[in-house]
């Protein structure tokens, strides 16, 4: 596959990323103004009634009431986030899913064992791919110049390669799977969905 055509589809994923975050952003500010409004009416109201019956004892019970119904709205607000997230990263994964169906997969998975290679040097290793993939066993020998075994590995789910080179004791990982991962811890520590 091309650099140009990567690159194109590497643009796409961003572009859907970026989009799903604008949307859960915008949802997020939404959700997060109708909780925090929700929470603060039912406050005000328990607080108006408190405040004409009680002391001031009565008035800081009333404000523990309110902190935790602000952190109870925080909470649902963090769940609504939690499923978006969710959601945009199994997307995600289903068009990865999809792209391993087509040629343009069968040169990419090439062009990571090639990736592989270049680290493993001339030594042994073993190249792991999920089941579906080990119809590419042969061309992807091809692109070692020590001995390789390629096995089927149940953990990679969406496709790409994961080497194992026991003389240099290193494993190479250039599964779809772990970039996609890769990609949602770094989408969860950047986002501006801050609850507040």
């Known amino acids: 596959m091309s650099d140009y055509k990567s690159s194109n589809f590497l643009k796409a994923i961003k572009k859907f990323n970026e989009e799903e975050r604008s949307k859960i952003i915008s949802e997020m500010e939404s959700k997060k103004a109708e909780a925090v409004k929700d929470a603060e009416a039912r406050g005000k109201a328990d607080a108006d009634r408190y405040v004409k019956k009680l002391v001031s004892a009565e008035k800081s019970e009333i404000t523990g009431r309110y902190a935790v119904k602000t952190l109870e709205a925080q909470g649902e607000v963090f769940k609504v986030r939690a499923k978006m997230v969710d959601e945009v990263f199994r997307r995600s994964a289903d068009k990865l899913l999809s792209f391993t169906k087509t040629d343009a997969y069968r040169a990419k ?18 190249v792991c791919v999920k089941e579906d993939d080990l119809m590419y066993s042969d061309e992807l020998k091809s692109v070692f110049s020590g001995e390789v075994e390629v096995k089927s590995d149940l953990t990679i789910r969406i496709g790409g390669v994961r080497g194992y080179c026991e003389a240099m004791n290193i494993v190479a990982d250039n599964t779809l799977d772990s970039k996609l991962k890769t990609k949602r811890e770094w989408f969860t520590e950047n986002i501006d969905l801050k609850i507040s």
């Open 109 to 126: 998975l090439t062009d990571y064992a090639r990736e592989i290679a270049d680290t493993f040097k001339d030594n042994s290793c073993v």
